[in-house]
């Protein structure tokens, strides 16, 4: 049986959690920590992208891609402020449950609809990427294809691990440094899988989009073993002219 904190914690976030997820929870088969941390994340992400884009703080009136979607958790939050949402993933089993989880809800494909692969000649006013960029071999090609998907001044986010540590003041304040910026705390590590924003700056800049930017997003608390853990998470932009 999972841990007591594991199952509570869990539970916070019972509206995002994937069917198959919701299936292991009752079925008492264990959970890996990197599946809870991503579904901790995902729910978290959809957070920092609604606070961090000019495009969903100004008006729903836009068309949205959720690229790596797995079965609709950034979606389901960011359906309110997007005319329309189309998500993508190469799992087909994720694309099916998606599908079914808002036919079932009675969201019109129009609205909400996923795909293995990217709609050819589809442009989008933002697109944005989540716990994805870490497992990818080719982050400077599929950031390249992303943005020849985006409409004019459309909008790259995308939300993954940190390899700089930071504090709760450093996302108060959308900076890394400076004077007013506290320290990490000591329980603050970067996630082994984590990514550079120098990475990612390469691959942004490669595509063509310009006004980059890479702030903290969020510290997401787990517990383990030697007591709480923080692990940093980024989101950086891009846009297209």
Known sequence: MLPTFIRTSIRKFSSAVPLAMSMQMNMDIPISIDELLEIHAQSMASQAFLARSDHF???????VLDYGCGDGIVSESLQFNSRSITGVDSNSDLVNAFNRKFRDRGISSDKLEAHTCIPPDSKFDVIVCTQLLHKL???DGVINTLSQHLNSDGELLIVDYSNQPFSDSAVLNSTFTGEHIDKPSPNTHPHRHAI??????SAITKAGLIDYSCR???????????GLSRIPFFIATGLKK
Not at 216 to 226: H, Q, S, V, W
């Open 196 to 201: 550079s924003s120098q990475k990612v700056q």
């Open 216 to 226: 903290p997003a969020f510290l997401l608390d787990y517990e383990e073993t030697g």
């Open 137 to 139: 071999n080719d982050v």
């Open 57 to 63: 703080v100004m008006g729903d009136d836009i068309s």
